[in-house]
């Protein structure tokens, strides 16, 4: 038959093309229009299938695979709400820069608009929230359209991956009957050019030698320069950046998902107390920079924001190897759009030693000093939000990846996650900063990032639960670490805290669910931690499969701790910078 | 403060005009960014809040209050993804024609694409899926903004309600700090024309007494009229259609959306069973029609949707009140964009009564055929998916709300649940026949329409697992029957099926749950059917909170009882006609 023919050739044309352009995985959502392309996929030898039947935790699960393997996924789902259930995660990675190819199947031409079943309008699904949209031609045999099907796939991988990365979405209308014929022996081979249609050579954004010189220069000017890491992606960075700071003798700010709280690197430089020592005015005062060098994305660090912020009147030069504009205090001085780690590298050598460390003994004295303070939290006896991310510092074993919830779990592990020469990767959802897809999304990262350890609230965990089926279907190993405040804990830290009327219905928003029932039902353990050596136990313990550890914490107590540490940081800085005065 | 008193007064104003534009039940998901808007909505007098914190289920659960009550129903939520998780039903509201009014919280315009934290592009967020969006202007209390907030909330409400009905979305950028003056006397006082500015008085289409005539007498010069009746909402139309139907003889082809195969009305010209001898040709070529009159969505049977396609040649006859254009198989030659009842009832006075029954008799008596063919699903002692809807079409009670999903349920809905005269009401989210979100549908509909059942399979429970959360949070009595063939039953009837390789992997997709589980863990009783004299029990017990009934059924058995069925249908449809030939 001439229509299935077609209609194989041209998605086996385009499946093929997608393995030859790196991608390796590929999560399914079961449907009837996308039958020809799932019936096709699962017929290629090397292409890893994940079947996930909620297509809002199965593009979040693909999200995760893209940003721990660094290599484009493909999402694929039927017509209708279906794709629509792709938009949270689409959203985040379009901000969070991860490369997902987003296919779609579609009514054709004719049952658009006409109330045909399943149909609604898909082009241009995803706005201004895709890098590529491409509405695709219908299945046909002829070498011209197998070639367009081999390009624009092509082109689909080589956009989402290219920097700044992000999803594209290709759009494909296909007629009834839906069956491939999958009898074909060919069925992946291309009728012309073997290795690939067409091999896409991207490079990333690079100075001249002259601006590199020039900003050198202009960076060697300055003896109170600091350097702000925000999430940034690249096995070369640590190592970039740490060369720098030593010739410049200027301290690193080490956002958690700058990947420099933990690693091989040298840690000399590092900082990584500043969100508590920065809400403190003297400190601020005294440490006050006359330069700012910043990678990355913006900090999660809200004092740090605000102390980037004051110093409007500073140089502040921010690199961007994805030309984006990360500068939501409109204080950038120099725009730079250049690869972050080539950056680094590439003016060091218009560089000369600098031999004056006073600048940075400052920084290091006070983040000594508050490192000490903040020590104080491994004392306590309750369970504490704070300590928990103390002592998994020290508990995780080398090579693990920490995945955190995106409301006090990311802010807690900045104030309490120090430095350390073991290999953690430490991941979240810091495009959008959702409460949405995060067992996704860890789940996803769980399948080439393992040991792999997941921190979030209640609210978040409950978000995404359906995410949690991922780890039974397809047996990936997770340890989740549920921090129970029944609630929305980070309100507490927000001015309507002050407001009772209402907050509680508004804010609070206690769930008063024992998460106990759906771990059991998803196959896991589950544990309710009763006091730390119980903890410390159990995070000492194998893991396999999905293990839930829940923690019980109070949400007004978690206030006061965090304030009494605060303030006593801040007494100790005042004792401190008054002996110098 | 000034900014605060303007944040107040503008939000305040707003808050209170939707109120008196019949909103009357805002679902909030709580955040940070949309904090003045809820704490505003928190202290209104009438308004109802509903707190929900997964904004997907948040959307459905408006969603379906406003499908039951037909009022416009609000959602509010933060930036970000927050907002992309309320997209499929906003799909769902735009082409099921439900009013919705989407608030969307944002930053301001200083704080766009510049690496803000949860800041999003939100402007156009949701494309051409909604009916209307702005970009509110920033909060400010001249009586000009005030006045603008007010407008453009009637403006809103309006035309979310008007038809075709559907979602509106409205983007408020905020500034910090968030918190509004709630301490004012006259918080929702205006400050001109007290009861709400503008009043919007909204027609339906109508045509003239000319064009009703003309028509009218274009369709009485037809014997062998047939009424197809979609899905519709309207409390006039049973009692118009059927008036219609009875003066001209013809049948009525009611889907079980119509609203038409349960109630007071006249039931003499509702066909019933169609969907299932349909497939039959020699019934197809018995009953061919010389007029089709069409109202509401396209109905839910194939074999209907494609004995339309079939009749190309014939006159069919569009009548939408919506001004939309269902009519995939292209076969309308006459579209009239008319208010439905109204039609039915001014084309009546121009149509003498026909006296000619032999027509309708025709199809009756294959219809009467057919259902007493049917009746033999009541005789199976095993769990049958067939015989549950026969079961619950005789046990529910009058005036009950039948909710059911979008894959088999709804369409053995129509196959086996037969005319009677309760008043049941049958819903479901056809629109884009989403597997998505129908436990929050069904919940949000619960809150005005009791008592509930709900009949859906395992993956669409499954996909709205979250949603069980607003049953018990807002205290909303539901049944749900759960018909649990672990996996996608539907596929079993599609091609692919005859595809054994991959087949259970790409689409039987069992999910191995046991759902008991996740139904404790949401403070609901469960019970496992083991036989119809246990179902019939559990059916006729009292029902309150969250109950969920599992009945669990074999995808195999299902197809042969069901082909089973239709080929004994066909057999005595042969057998009748041969008689006649």
Chains 1, 2 share one sequence.
């Not at 009898?183 to 896409?200: A, C, M, Q, T, W």
């Amino acid at each position: 038959m001439n229509h299935q023919e077609a209609l194989t050739s041209y998605i086996a044309a385009f499946v093929s093309e997608l393995y030859k352009n790196g991608v390796e995985d590929v999560v399914v959502s079961p449907g009837s229009r996308s039958t020809p392309m799932a019936m096709v996929m699962a017929e290629h030898p090397e292409l890893r299938l994940h079947i996930h039947v909620d297509e809002r935790s199965a593009a979040f699960f693909a999200l995760g695979i893209a940003k721990a393997s660094r290599k484009p996924v493909a999402i694929l789902c039927t017509s209708g709400t279906a794709a629509a259930n792709y938009f949270p995660a689409i959203v985040e990675a379009n901000i969070a820069r991860v490369p997902l190819i987003v296919l779609t199947a579609d009514r054709p031409h004719e049952l658009r608009d006409v109330g045909a079943p399943q149909a609604i309008n898909q082009i241009h699904l995803y706005g201004s929230h895709v890098k590529w949209f491409v509405e695709m031609a219908l299945p046909e045999k002829s070498t011209e359209i197998i070639r367009y099907a081999r390009t624009v796939c092509a082109r689909a991988a080589s956009t989402a991956l290219r920097s700044p990365a992000g999803p594209v979405h290709l759009n494909f209308p296909f007629r009834e009957p839906l069956i491939p014929q999958l009898d074909r022996k060919d069925l992946f081979e291309p009728l012309e050019r073997s290795n690939g249609y067409v091999r896409i050579q991207s490079g990333d954004l690079a100075l001249s030698d002259g601006q590199y010189e020039e900003l050198a220069e202009s960076i060697s000017a300055y003896k109170k320069g600091i350097i702000v890491c925000g999430s940034i992606e690249s096995d070369r960075f640590a190592e970039a950046v740490t060369k720098l700071a030593k010739k410049l003798r200027f301290p690193i700010l080490a956002d958690p998902l700058s990947q420099l709280r933990s690693g091989k690197h040298d840690g000399t430089y590092i900082i990584d107390t500043y969100d508590t020592f920065l809400k403190n005015e003297d400190a601020k005062n005294h440490l006050k920079p006359d330069l700012i060098i910043r990678f990355g994305t913006m900090p999660v660090s809200k004092p740090l924001t605000i102390f980037l912020k004051e110093n409007h009147d500073v140089q502040q030069f921010v690199v961007d190897g994805g030309g984006g504009w990360r500068d939501p205090g409109m204080v950038s001085s120099e725009m730079i759009y250049c690869e972050e780690s080539l950056f680094c590298t590439a003016v060091i050598p218009f560089i000369s030693q600098s031999e004056d460390t006073s600048y940075f003994a400052q920084w290091e004295e006070i983040n000594q000093l508050t490192r000490s303070q903040l020590a104080a939290i491994s004392e306590l006896d309750v369970l504490s939000e704070g300590k928990l991310f103390y002592q998994i510092a020290e508990m995780l074993p080398d090579g693990a990846t920490l995945f955190v919830g995106n409301s006090m779990p990311i802010r807690d592990l900045d104030t309490f996650f120090h430095f350390n020469n073991k290999s953690i990767r430490i991941m979240a959802n810091r495009g959008a900063n959702g409460i949405d897809g995060v067992i996704s999304t860890a789940l996803g990262a769980g399948t080439c990032s393992q040991p792999l350890y997941l921190v979030l609230g209640d609210l978040t965990f409950f978000h995404d639960l359906n995410g949690l089926i991922a780890a039974k279907q397809f047996g990936i190993n997770i340890h989740i670490l549920l921090i129970n405040n029944n609630g929305g804990g980070i309100f507490s830290f927000l001015p309507q805290a002050s407001h009772p009327k209402n907050f509680e219905k508004l804010f609070g928003t206690p769930l008063d669910l024992q998460f106990e029932h759906v771990v059991k039902m998803y196959g896991g353990q589950y544990e309710l931690i009763s006091d730390w050596s119980h903890f410390s136990a159990v995070l000492h313990s194998e893991m396999t499969g999905l293990r839930v550890t829940e923690v019980t914490t109070n949400r007004d107590r978690n206030i006061v701790e965090h304030r009494e540490l605060w303030d006593a940081v801040s007494r100790e800085i005042g004792r401190l910078l008054e002996g110098k005065c």
